[in-house]
């Protein structure tokens, strides 16, 4: 404990010691009976509370707080977060001063209380201007694997896995949008829990790691975001893949109304996937059955329900790299290895990993064009009157950022390198005048980038990210992802 904490409680600004905080912890076990244990940077309270039989709760059914005071302990935080149900348990990750490192993850008996829990607290106002975050938790269990040989398969992919790492439960391989018969150059490895999949990361992550002779890439893969049962139920939209580049959205619609005539209404088809819209979710459900598997153009398609997109997170997403590539509103590519899914928008977006085999996200609204009449009449207007949900790249809303908060525009500087096998690769530094001469005077992403346009994405995500935690609010979401990692 640190010798003085400020306690913020009602408003209030008074020193409490650290035998106060101690006194302060020691009562809410006593009054709660869930036990308290510190380890590996963070507090455990809970996990099981007094009582519990059987497994823990199932995935959904955590949360991840963001944004907490770090003078703010258990004390005054579970009383807050038994709001919203019964608790199993309260991981609050540690400094070694003592103080929080400002986020907590919260996981409830049910995921209809941790529902519960973003609905009534995410920005709850937990002290006077002090605003929490609170969204969904999942434990990551699979990673991304990238530069595999091609002509790989999946069973020679599982194998050589399982030889090299513990816990391979599945292996997830998508085949080439050009030759059905090659993988993409990647593969998503998935672990039988978090655990297995950190420690199998950490054994590969280095680097120098060779699969088959080849040096291998390795990160966590973007996790697939949660969508409640009750809102699939409305779905009646179907999400088809493996298609041939050359199969057109006439061709679909005909063979998905084959086994009942009349049934599409639309259908949208982007590069090797499509979206098939149905009038009616019931035979968007059969058409699943039925259609799952068959042949179209000689590929074997592969049929989900899509899920929906939450329009409030879908920035947010795309931020943090969690928006899937398969989305309505994105185009896929790959470049000439494949080794590297991309994503591009209809403005400039920055690279993502697809998300893994299930369905990904149609848009509740789309981004499109309407005709441009003669006599229309146009007003000027200035883009800082717009609303921020009005931009869709970093770049833009770097800029609109800056100028909210009565800054100069952001300058931009270019560098390169080479790597090994002779590409030119780039990054950009960003520098933010105002407060050039803080502790800060320039932001660099860690990454190099073979476009100029994903280069200066991810320059200006990076720097977001960084920018005032406590204001941007596309922060938490971010460095949720970085801290779950």
Not at 335 to 363: C, D, F, I, M, V
């Amino acid at each position: 404990m640190n010798e003085e904490n400020i306690d913020g409680t009602n408003g209030c600004s008074k020193v409490r010691t650290g035998t106060q905080n101690e006194a302060a912890l020691l009562a809410l076990m006593e009054k709660t009976g869930y036990n308290m244990v510190q380890e590996n940077g963070q507090r455990k309270f809970g996990g099981p509370p007094p009582g519990w039989e059987g497994p823990p709760p199932p995935r959904g059914c955590e949360v991840f707080v963001g944004k907490i005071p770090r003078d703010m302990y258990e004390d005054e935080l579970v009383p807050v977060f038994e709001r919203a149900g019964k608790i199993y348990e309260f991981r609050l990750m540690m400094e070694f001063s003592g103080e929080n490192r400002g986020y907590a993850f919260v996981m409830y008996t049910t995921k209809e209380e941790a529902q519960l829990a973003i609905r009534i607290l995410n920005n709850y106002e937990i002290r006077p201007g002090k605003f929490i975050g609170v969204c969904v938790s999942l434990d990551n269990c699979r990673l991304f694997i990238g530069a595999i040989p091609k002509e790989k398969k999946k069973e020679d992919i599982l194998d050589e896995m399982r030889k090299v790492t513990e816990g391979v439960v599945d292996v997830i391989v998508y085949p080439s949008a050009t030759d059905k018969t090659k993988n993409r150059g990647f593969a998503f490895v998935e672990y039988e829990s978090h655990r297995a999949a950190a420690m199998a990361r950490r054994k590969l992550i280095p680097g120098t790691f060779q699969l088959w002779g080849h040096t291998i890439q390795v990160d966590w893969a973007d996790p697939e975001k949660e969508v409640d049962e009750e809102t699939m139920q409305r779905v009646k939209v179907l999400y088809v893949r493996n298609l041939m580049i050359s199969t057109t959205e006439e061709t679909i619609k005909a063979e998905f109304n084959k086994f009942k005539p009349g049934a599409v209404e639309r259908v949208k088809k982007l590069r090797d996937y499509a979206f098939v819209h149905f009038f009616n979710r019931e035979d968007a459900v059969a058409a699943m059955s039925v259609m799952n598997g068959k042949c179209i153009d000689g590929a074997s398609i592969e049929v989900t329900l899509a899920k929906p997109v939450n329009k409030e997170n879908t920035w947010r997403q795309h931020l943090n790299g969690q928006i899937s590539p398969n989305s309505e509103n994105l185009i896929v590519f790959t470049n000439k290895e494949e080794n590297h899914p991309k994503t591009l928008g209809k403005l400039p977006a920055l690279p993502a990993r697809l998300n893994g085999q299930h369905s990904p996200s149609p848009p509740e609204v789309e981004r499109c064009t309407y005709p441009f009449y003669p006599g229309t009449k146009l007003t000027p207007i200035s883009m800082y009157s717009l609303k921020s949900s009005h931009f869709n790249s970093a770049v833009m809303h770097l800029d609109y950022y800056c100028n909210k908060n009565n800054w100069a525009p952001p300058e931009y500087y270019l560098y390169s390198t080479t790597s090994q096998d002779g590409k030119v690769l780039l990054v950009y530094k960003i520098v933010i005048p105002a407060i050039a001469n803080g502790s800060q005077s320039y932001f660099m992403p860690d990454k190099l980038c073979t476009t100029l346009e994903d280069a200066k994405e991810l320059a200006a995500q990076f720097t977001l990210l960084h920018l005032d935690r406590e204001h941007n609010p596309f922060s938490l979401d971010l460095c949720r992802r970085i801290w779950r990692k």
